[in-house]
């Protein structure tokens, strides 16, 4: 099983839910940017107390001897930190990001972009609100390849970008000296 294939099942069981999510990460940056090597499929999802017990029935649907922990999943929920899935098959990962239910994540998740992967629909997170998510990794100490990711998709989306909308949030977020050396070294 490929990236894409995995992909497709783990969007068919979240959509089957109807759990709110987003792709994000390195695979986000391939579609909206630059093809890039990534090791996993970073998820950003809504989940609720109740809904755990049928997501892990679901997720282990994707593959054969899929692991989804329950436990796992509830201290994510109580943390609002992660919890991973593993295609044992593949050796692929999907890390599921518990939305942190604030601002960002609310915007992140309204402003989702829907694309048709094999049939199924697939919500990603939106260019610009990549680039901001790229940038803000980058100001905790991510690492540079936040801000190469960041003027990947400045880059490939161009005048598809709604500018006004980046430029009110990299205000709002303080990062400002960021979207500068973003900018200037595209």
Same mark, same amino acid.
């Given at each position: 099983?490929?990236?894409?294939?995995?992909?497709?099942?783990?969007?068919?069981?979240?959509?089957?839910? =109807?759990?709110?999510?987003?792709?994000?990460?390195?695979?986000?940056?391939?579609?909206? =940017?630059?093809?890039?090597?990534?090791?996993?499929?970073?998820?950003?999802?809504?989940?609720?107390?109740?809904?755990?017990?049928?997501?892990?029935?679901?997720?282990?649907?994707?593959?054969?001897?899929?692991?989804?922990?329950?436990?796992?999943?509830?201290?994510?929920?109580?943390?609002?930190?992660?919890?991973?899935?593993?295609?044992?098959?593949?050796?692929?990962?999907?890390?599921?990001?518990?939305?942190? =239910?604030?601002?960002?994540?609310?915007?992140?998740?309204?402003?989702?972009?829907?694309?048709?992967?094999?049939?199924?629909?697939?919500?990603?997170?939106?260019?610009?609100?990549?680039?901001?998510?790229?940038?803000?990794?980058?100001?905790?100490? =991510?690492?540079?390849?936040?801000?190469?990711?960041?003027?990947?998709?400045?880059?490939?989306?161009?005048?598809?970008?709604?500018?006004?909308?980046?430029?009110?949030?990299?205000?709002?977020?303080?990062?400002?000296?960021?979207?500068?050396?973003?900018?200037?070294?595209?």
């Amino acid at each position: 099983m490929d990236f894409e294939q995995l992909l497709v099942r783990t969007a068919k069981a979240l959509n089957k839910l =109807g759990t709110p999510y987003f792709v994000t990460g390195g695979y986000a940056v391939s579609v909206w =940017g630059r093809p890039r090597a990534t090791f996993d499929i970073d998820v950003v999802i809504q989940l609720a107390h109740p809904d755990i017990a049928k997501l892990a029935k679901e997720l282990r649907k994707i593959g054969k001897d899929v692991y989804a922990d329950e436990q796992m999943m509830r201290s994510a929920l109580l943390l609002r930190s992660e919890f991973n899935v593993i295609h044992p098959e593949s050796g692929i990962k999907i890390d599921f990001f518990i939305s942190k =239910g604030d601002t960002y994540a609310a915007r992140e998740l309204a402003r989702r972009k829907v694309m048709t992967i094999r049939g199924v629909k697939v919500y990603f997170i939106s260019a610009e609100d990549l680039i901001l998510s790229k940038m803000r990794w980058h100001k905790l100490g =991510g690492g540079e390849h936040h801000l190469e990711d960041a003027r990947s998709v400045l880059k490939r989306a161009g005048d598809a970008l709604d500018m006004k909308y980046i430029k009110q949030q990299v205000e709002a977020q303080a990062l400002t000296s960021i979207w500068r050396s973003a900018k200037i070294e595209m």
